[in-house]
């Protein structure tokens, strides 16, 4: 069962604003990027209760600004000097010797359940503070939550961009030889920590997303013999399956970005189509009414548009038609089929998957279907979801042969990066959650 954390932040009264726009300001493009080099000391502790955490919290801010491939970790042993008071000015000469050009110090107070975290960014070539230093105050069992909301700071001040590091991942853990595979649903933090089971195994279960403010998820069960889909509340793991019409299947879903609305695909008679329904199970609208399949429907955020799997054209390929419905245009034109498509939350691009030339992909395109990118190839790369700042994208990864097994991979949207996240076991089906509150 997921546990809601309260956390607040306050500003520290002790530093300098940051410039408008510093020389450590590193522009995301598409273009091959120098990673920047930066330091993080081990936070100090306060106090002996948080010894623990003052060296933890440091690790995982590094872990994080490393793993983005944007920023390459000085380590510590090249160290000049080090930090002994979080008070104390920053030798910045000894900082520019080993060439770091940002400096993350930070300083833990722990008492009983509390933990106190302040950090502070610095331009070290400038010679400033980057931006004004801040705290954090939460619960102890917060404290990766914690790390990851500093180095979601850090990356912002630095990139520009909203960071991504305070998110979940809901996925399918799978257990079991490949033609009998168990499936339940998990959640994790976006880099694998803190994995906890939302569903047992006794039902299949598959294509999880999260609701718009994180607090629920859909996904599709088979736990009555065929597919109908399901709405979770991730806090208190319980379920309810939707209204569904007798003789139907029900699989695909996914909110809109206000939460109001469910979209999905139903089959019926040998024939399947996308509805639309209200969030409490009321006033079904069919959506599209050709006589192929159509599938896998994904909001724009602004909730006006849904991109859309189809094959009405002879083979799978992506289309954009109204939220309400309507003419619908095609979109992908490239060798090859299309499907999973997934509108970013920046609104410019739309991931996909793509399998041509006994290949599989992952991709982004414009929304108008220009400019298609090809990110990844492998044996089976499917099922891309983006990171809540629209830079990121994970996918399923899914290795040859009949001891292969499903893994989550994450790549940048220029193909840079590409990333396994590390799971207990075989997973499935990644959907990223919006940052945490």
């Known amino acids: 069962m997921a546990v809601l954390i309260a956390m607040t932040i306050s500003v520290l009264g002790l530093a300098r604003p940051a410039q408008a726009q510093g020389p450590l300001r590193i522009e995301i493009t598409d273009g091959v990027i120098e990673p920047l080099p930066f330091a993080v000391p081990d936070f100090q502790a306060e106090n002996g209760a948080a010894a623990e955490y003052a060296r933890s919290i440091a690790r995982v801010v590094a872990a994080d600004l490393a793993g983005t491939g944007l920023f390459r970790e000085i380590p510590a042993d090249a160290f000049v000097s080090g930090i002994t008071s979080f008070a104390s000015p920053v030798a910045y000469a ?54 990851h909301k500093v180095a979601d700071i850090v990356y912002s001040r630095i990139t520009g961009e909203s960071g991504y590091f305070d998110s979940r991942v809901v996925f399918v853990a799978e257990t079991g030889p490949k033609n009998a595979k168990r499936k339940r649903l998990a959640v994790m933090d976006y880099d694998g920590a803190n994995v906890q089971y939302l569903t047992d195994s006794s039902a299949l279960v598959l294509a999880p997303r999260f609701s718009p403010t994180g607090d629920k998820v859909l996904y599709t069960s088979y736990e009555t013999g065929f597919p109908q889909v399901y709405v979770l509340d991730v806090a208190t793991v319980g379920r309810q399956a939707l ?48 006589p192929s399949i159509e599938t896998a429907p994904s909001f724009s955020p ?101 001891s292969g097994a499903p893994s989550l991979y994450s790549v940048d949207i220029s193909g840079r990066n590409l990333r396994r996240v590390v799971t207990e076991g075989a997973a499935s089906d990644p959907a990223w959650s919006p940052l945490l509150k």
Do not use: C
Request: net charge neutral; charged share 20%; aromatic share 10%.
């Open 243 to 290: 209204s569904q019409q007798q003789g139907t299947m029900t699989f695909a879903p996914r909110f809109s970005p206000d939460g109001r609305t469910i979209v999905y695909s139903l089959s019926a008679g040998g024939n399947t189509d996308i509805y639309a329904m209200d969030i409490n199970g009321g006033n079904p609208r069919r959506l599209t009414s050709t």
């Open 94 to 147: 000894d900082w520019k010797a080993i060439n770091a050009q940002a400096l993350i110090t930070g300083a833990v107070s722990a008492s009983g359940d509390s933990l106190n975290v302040k950090f502070r960014v610095y331009d070290v070539f400038s010679g400033q503070p980057l931006g004004e230093g801040l705290q954090f105050s939460g619960a102890i069992s917060s404290w990766r939550r914690v790390a």
């Open 302 to 402: 602004d909730g006006s548009q849904i991109v859309f799997e189809s094959d009405r054209s002879g083979t799978p390929q992506l289309y954009v038609m109204p939220a309400g419905g309507g003419e619908a245009t095609r979109i992908s034109f490239g060798q090859g089929r299309y499907g999973t498509p997934v509108w970013s939350p920046r609104g410019d691009l739309i991931a996909f998957t793509k399998q041509n030339a006994g290949r599989f992909h992952i991709g982004v395109m414009r929304t108008d279907g220009s400019e298609e990118r090809l990110l990844t190839a492998s044996f089976l790369d499917e099922g891309p979801t983006w990171a809540p700042n629209g830079r990121v994208i994970m996918f399923t990864r899914e290795s040859q042969g009949a």
